[in-house]
């Protein structure tokens, strides 16, 4: 039986299309993917990712358990930041990308993929217990919901129920009070849109949803925020560039060939209080070596098809690699896409080929992201 989020009467009584993702019934799209993604990229949009998994680390080595299994620093952290960092396995592939919140020197909050979840609830509870480590570990997920706004406009139009959440910085988050329950209101997001996301009581949702929306019909043609789907969100975090569990990152994947450098610290053991992460010793000897032997590219394609995941990238009748992810961009108005090629043909500017099938589509590989959010 799929789960339900705290929304998903919202959802129905908004016309949503459900589907099944992850083991939960969620809202694919309202109206059309490609109005919900322009609607984001010119307005705001509210995304239920409550799917997402949200666990609570909390006691005296907490910090200690998360820098074992978080390939960024975290000692480092600041109450009140979020960071985005990779969990990986011994050989270097990455078992899920995840946020990390700091509450406290001695609580954390750990928001990993939906699809993943259990996996990685098993995944902490194995070191915390082969390391002997006092933490708790406290699967929030269904006692919570998670809501994300985003957009250009979304800032403003939250700052009519608060004024400190506009002047955070971005991976920053507050804890606001809405009745007798906390808010947790991150500067954060998974479209390359500024926007926030909110994480409440899953009891608090009806209250909070009412509160948010108070004079905005979301149905209305020019509503400033609009609910959007599952299908908008992939389309908009791939024109960001950013990589998705399942496609870009994965458990056969070396963690230096995703495109995130900057969420690995390989220098993260060195110090009188350095602590490895696990599978640091294996990217070490990738980079030692030259670096892994594939790289994550973008790919822009002429025509109108659009490059799906699993179709061989070629040059000159030699497969070179694959595509991961692809769409007809809304905001480019082409079709685009991101994939693994050698190494050595990884270069802004190659030209190559996507085979799909009865047809090759040319295209050449682009610096990623597709898009970036104008500055404001």
């Not at 011994?90 to 939906?114: A, C, T």
């Not at 209080?273 to 994550?296: N, Q, Y």
């Not at 090629?341 to 190559?352: D, I, K, Q, S, W």
Request: charged share 25%; proline share 5%; hydrophobic share 40%.
């Amino acid at each position: 039986m799929l789960l339900h989020t705290p929304l998903h009467k919202y959802h129905v009584e908004h016309g949503a299309q459900m589907v099944e993702f992850a083991g939960w019934e969620m809202p694919i799209r309202y109206t059309s993917i490609a109005d919900e993604h322009k609607q984001v990229r010119t307005s705001g949009g509210l995304f239920d990712v409550s799917h997402m998994g949200r666990v609570k680390i909390s006691g005296r080595h907490a910090r200690r358990l998360l820098e074992r299994l978080c390939s960024r620093k975290i000692s480092d952290m600041q109450a009140g930041q979020c960071r985005y960092s990779l969990c990986c396995n011994e050989q270097g592939g990455v078992l899920d990308d995840v946020i990390v919140y700091r509450f406290d020197d001695d609580e954390f909050l750990v928001v990993v993929n939906g699809a993943n979840r259990e996996k990685m609830l098993a995944h902490f509870e194995k070191v915390r217990s082969s390391e002997d480590l006092v933490a708790k570990i406290d699967d929030q997920t269904t006692k919570t919901a998670m809501i994300a706004f985003q957009g250009p406009k979304v800032i403003p139009f939250i700052s009519r129920f608060s004024s400190e959440i506009p002047t955070l910085k971005r991976y920053r988050f507050t804890v606001k009070n809405l009745v007798i329950a906390k808010l947790t209101v991150s500067r954060t997001g998974y479209t390359g849109e500024d926007g926030v996301e909110v994480i409440l009581p899953a009891s608090m949702v009806d209250m909070a949803m009412k509160l948010l929306l108070k004079d905005v019909d979301a149905k209305a043609p020019d509503a400033l925020v609009k609910p959007c789907g599952l299908g908008a969100r992939d389309t908009l975090r791939l024109e960001a560039g950013m990589p998705l569990y399942g496609h870009e990152l994965g458990e056969d994947i070396n963690a230096l060939a995703c495109g995130v450098d900057f969420a690995i610290s390989l220098d993260k053991d060195e110090g009188e209080r350095g602590i490895p992460f696990i599978g640091i010793e294996s990217l070490k000897r990738t980079r030692d070596a030259g670096g892994p032997a594939e790289k994550l590219v973008g790919i822009v394609c002429d025509g109108r098809r659009t490059p799906r995941q699993g179709m061989p990238i070629k040059l000159d009748e030699q497969i070179i690699g694959r595509i991961t992810s692809g769409c007809l961009s809304p905001t480019l108005d082409q079709p685009i896409a991101m994939g693994f090629v050698r190494a050595e043909f990884a270069a802004p500017g190659t030209a190559l080929g996507v085979d799909a099938g009865r047809a090759v589509l040319e295209g050449k590989v682009v610096a990623l992201p597709f898009y970036k959010a104008p500055k404001a």
